[in-house]
Structures are given as C-alpha cells and as structure tokens.
C-alpha cells in the first residue's frame, strides 16, 4: 500500500464534502489530509508495518 494512495482517497472523501469549517467530517478530513501529507514519509512506513501484518491482504486482492 502506497501513501500516495491512501492520500488520493481521503483527499476524494475531503473533495466530495462542502468546503465547511462548521462541518466535523469536512474538519477531520481537511486536518487528517494536511496532517499526513506533511509527514507521508513517516506514513509510509506505518502503512508498511501493517503490510507486514496483513492489513491490506483483502484490498490488494480486489485489485
């Protein structure tokens, strides 16, 4: 599983939601994007460590 790809989904999630700071989905979404572009490096390897575990084993099958 790529950041990059877990990126493009919550920023599709984030574009698909009004633009609306009262808003706590938009709120979350909005901060969780920023947040984990800014640290995607440290993402990643998170995203590895659950790789190693599994996690994705159903996603990547789909595919």
Known sequence: MKAETMLAELNRLRKDLDEDPADLEWLALQHAFIFI??????FQKYLDEEARK??????????
């Open 37 to 42: 572009s800014y640290k995607t490096g440290e």
């Open 54 to 63: 599994g996690t994705f084993e159903e996603f990547e099958k789909s595919r």
